[in-house]
């Protein structure tokens, strides 16, 4: 998860690069093709670049919207497991004072014995 974390920005940047590619080229296609034919073809370019740039737009906040998504969870994965490793520093010096105080208990009940 988190190696995939890492590579959402460059997939984002890829995408968008894409995106915009497809974009020039479909503009220069449509002047190429289209030639000098009128205001109406001319309006009709700009309609469809317009709703070619919108698409894009779209896009792009999808891609942002999942990069902040990922982000987030990355970092709640990383606050957990800080939180873990807390914890098991914590278990860890419990465990050493519990096995200290059971040897010293021990020690004691063998001189107890040996008195008696």
């Avoid at 894009?56 to 990069?67: C, M, V, Y």
């Amino acid at each position: 998860m988190i190696r995939a974390a890492r590579e959402q920005p460059r997939l984002v940047v890829a995408k968008t690069l894409g995106l915009l590619g497809l974009l020039v080229c479909g503009v220069a296609f449509g002047a190429l093709l289209g030639g000098d034919s009128g205001a109406d073809a001319r309006d009709d370019a700009a309609r469809t670049t317009q709703l070619r740039l919108v698409g894009t737009e779209r896009a792009l906040r999808s891609e942002g919207d999942l990069l902040r998504t990922t982000r987030a969870r990355l970092d709640r994965s990383r606050t957990a497991r800080a939180r873990t490793a807390a914890r098991l520093r914590t278990a860890q010096r419990t465990s050493v004072k519990l096995r200290r105080d059971l040897r010293r208990v021990r020690r004691a009940l063998i001189r107890a014995r040996e008195r008696q």
